[in-house]
């Protein structure tokens, strides 16, 4: 083939005989899960653009972070204006809230968002250049009990998806005076293993001390194990809060781990974060994480509103769900696969299926045009539960024979009644 697929991207097929995670029927229903499981929290969908103006990530993600220093797809316009393709969906929902007047809106705006993000980086198991995010953002609530129902509603989906094995990891980033005493005091405790840290951390040691606390490399993992703690530098408010959150874990018997040096990648983060961890993913464990953003819908010039929410990577908890001895829905196979001998019989098969389409019921018409043999074998491949044949003698008679497939048993069925019969078919029927 003269032009193939970039790397670190991917199709998502019918039917993957490689890669069974990348099968859209698995994708379809993730997403019908995590739009349902929002509802029921009240968020409504919103929709942003793939590319924004490079500021915009810039400002809210950090000039010093990964992302925004390596990771991003950037590139100019035909106005020469600088735009970038969105390493994350916060920043584009608080742009959107602050440019279409969300505030507002009588009380807090909670929303979610299933789509596709943008980084430059080594593919590797879960992690690619072009990856899928389910979001949500809760804005104008400060309080300590929307980050516990966040952390509830990130670990009950992955419940309700049938994830295995989940852990919940809580820590608290404090307010930014708190950040700035524990940066300094994890500078100078970092300062004489500066030269045994990874180069990446090195890098980070200056512009992003805190998070050399999220590396996997085993020497800087085994540094940051004698390292100060956040939690000590943490205002009386922000412990009670924390304090509070824990309170709420505990009530609704959900369990959880509180890990000192969890920090997350972007610097909009306060106070409460939290991620859930499969624990099957090799260094790239992470399923979901969040947390409080304070202040970043201000610094990007709206009104300064609290704000709290959290993300899922799609394609790991697909791989995680492939991986545990759960429920995995096969693509849907019809329910009926019609078979037309003729001309006359052709038109009454395009008005069969167009009729029991109107009611729902998934039905494939023949119109290969090979002859009989070949038509039920493509009925067998398609795992269609049913077959009819419809020839001239079937019109004259206004009957036919409805096929089993799995057994090959039959059923006689007037024309008329094929609609209702199927439409009221109960789950699991076989012709007895």
Known sequence: MGIAIPTGVFDILPNDQKETWRESHLWSYVEEIMRAHAGAYGCHEIRTPIFERTELFQRSVGDATDIVSKEMYTFQDRGQ??????????????????????????SCQRLFYIGPMFRYERPQAGRYRQFHHFGVEVIGNPNPELDAELMEMTYSLCERLGLQNLKLCINSLGERCARQRFRKALIDFLTPHFADLSADSQARFSANPLRILDSKDPKDCEIVQKAPSILEFLSPESKAQFEKIQQILTHLQI????????????????????????????????????????????????????????????ERLIQVLLQQSHFVPTMKRPLLYLIALGDSAMLHAFSLTRTLRKEGICCHLDL??????????????????????????????????????????????SLESVPFFLKELPKGYQIS
């Open 368 to 413: 290969s045009g090979k002859k009989l043999k070949s038509a039920m074998q493509h009925a067998d491949n398609l795992k269609a539960q049913f077959v009819i044949v419809l020839g001239e003698d079937e019109l004259k008679e206004g009957k036919i024979q409805l096929k089993e497939m799995a057994t090959g048993k039959k059923i006689e069925l």
């Open 255 to 314: 369990p959880y781990e509180v890990n000192s040096r969890l920090v997350r990648g972007l610097d909009y983060y306060n106070n409460a974060v939290f991620e859930v961890t499969s624990g099957r993913l090799g260094a790239q464990n992470s399923v979901a994480g969040g947390g409080r953003y304070d202040g970043l819908l201000k610094s990007l010039g709206g009104p300064d509103l609290p704000s709290s929410g959290y993300a899922i990577g799609i």
């Open 81 to 106: 204006r600088s735009m970038s393709l969105r390493p994350e969906g916060t920043a584009s929902v608080m742009r959107a809230y602050i440019e279409k007047n969300l505030h507002t809106a009588p």
